[in-house]
Every structure is written in C-alpha cells, then in structure tokens.
C-alpha cells in the first residue's frame, strides 16, 4: 500500500483526524455540528486512549475521548474501511467506558455518565442512504419507548442522499470530513468548518508533525511486516510437524531453508 503524504491526508485519516482533535476547539466545533447543540469541554481531548481490561483481553485504541462540562463522554471515532463488524465494535466501546466510570464498591448505578460513541466513514453501514444514523435502546413490544440508559450510538456517513433530519451544516462537515480542502471549506458556508481548515492547513505544514507521520507510518509498516513474519514461521513449523521436504516449506513460506531449520 503506498504511503500517503501529509498534505493528502483528509479528517477520515486516522493521523490527521487524531492531530486536529487534540485541539479542544476543533472538536467542540464538530460536536456542535454533529449533535446539533452547543458543548462545552471541561478537559483536554485525549487522542488514541489505549483500553484493556487485562493483559490477556484484546487491547483496544479509541480515537479521540473527551467529556463536557455536564460530564457526557464522546469517544469519536474515523473509519475507512468497511469491516463490517463496526455495530459490535461501538458495542465493545460503549462496555469499556462504562466499566471505568464508577469507583470500586459503587452501587449507584445512576452515576454512569451518558455516553456517545460517534463513528464517521464514506459509506452507508445500513444502506439506507441516510447521512446520520443514531441508535439508543428501545422497547421492541412499545414504539417509542426509550430505555433512556443514557448510551448512545451515532454512525455518519458522508456518502449520504437523504437530507431529512438533517442539517445543512452536518452535511457540509461530512463533506469537509472526506475532501477536507480549501474548497470544501469555502463552499461551507460555515464558519466553524473554515475555522477548523486552518487549523488543518497548519498541521499539514508543520514540519514536526511530518516527522511523528513518517515515524508513525513507519512502525505500522514494521509491526505488519513482522505479523506476516510469524505467521509465516506459524505455518513453517505446521509443515516442519507433518514432516514436509524443508524445500517445500521454504516455497510455500517465502522462508529460507536456514530459518525453517531453526524453528
């Protein structure tokens, strides 16, 4: 997969999204847009907290984490790809905030805070061709009766047709989110949008920041490389097992006679 540089980077980029969100004001800005309502951080977003349980559970990176002035949490979240398991992610999400909220030995339970997961990508995840698709607990049996458990999921996506129940200014920022260039800013119309672009731009060109990029970029490219590495000796020794001829292993592996010999 070719590197992308920097400058071509959009908000959907995990690195970019992650960089212009630890300013609390670009944030606010979007969560304003996407809840349709005014927030007011009480505490610096935290970009990439790193979630586990234990050490034998699945560790789990959230994008960006921040809480408001009334104590609601947002955990926001940019996704390329479609990996079709993205419902039971945010699941996985909203339980790993939970089980930080109360203290050990708490029983209130109506101290959990209220919590937003917001998930934004360039499809449509229930093809219905909306651009917001939000999902809090219902009662099946009774229409509109809500749990109100205080959990709430939002999936955006900037691919969508359908403008009903939505703003102008939420359709503008998905847009933003995709192209994110000056022109996606101007043709806004929006203010927070242009104000947020800027801020983008500075990123884009500072030089210290390409440096974290390409350092980034480059201990992704290693922890692969070195994921198909074992896999390749997992396999190897599989074959080794069966009593398979090392040449043969060694073709199918893409390792050298040396290395399988000295699994």
């Not at 349709?36 to 505490?43: F, R």
């Amino acid at each position: 997969m070719k590197k992308k540089e920097l400058k071509d980077l959009n908000l959907l980029d995990r690195f970019l999204f992650a960089e212009a969100i630890e300013d609390p004001e670009t944030l606010q800005d979007m969560l304003e847009i996407i809840l349709g309502k005014d927030v007011v951080l009480k505490h610096l977003p935290q970009t990439e907290k790193e979630e586990r349980k234990s050490l034998w559970t699945k560790q789990i990176r959230m994008d960006v984490w921040a809480m408001d002035e009334e104590n609601v949490i947002y955990d926001t979240e940019v996704q390329q790809r479609n990996t079709y398991n993205l419902p039971k992610r945010s699941r996985l999400y909203h339980g790993l905030i939970d089980s930080k909220l109360l203290k050990p030995g708490e029983i209130d339970y109506g101290k959990l805070n209220d919590v937003f997961v917001i998930m934004a990508m360039p499809f449509d995840l229930f093809g219905r061709g909306l651009y917001r698709y939000t999902f809090r607990m219902g009662c099946e049996e009774v229409p509109g009766l809500e749990l109100n458990d205080g959990a709430t999921r939002i999936f955006l996506n900037t691919h969508g047709a359908d403008k009903t129940g939505v703003s102008d200014e939420l359709i503008a920022l998905l847009n933003y989110l995709e192209h994110t260039s000056q022109q996606a800013a101007e043709a806004s119309g929006n203010e927070k949008i242009r104000r947020m672009h800027r801020k983008i731009e500075a990123i884009r060109s500072s030089e210290e920041i390409g440096v974290k990029y390409m350092n980034e970029y480059e201990e992704k490219m290693l922890e692969r490389q070195e994921g198909k590495k074992e896999a390749q000796r997992e396999m190897a020794l599989k074959m080794k097992k069966k009593n398979k001829p090392l040449e043969e292993i060694a073709e199918f592996t893409g390792l050298s006679v040396e290395e399988i010999e000295a699994l």
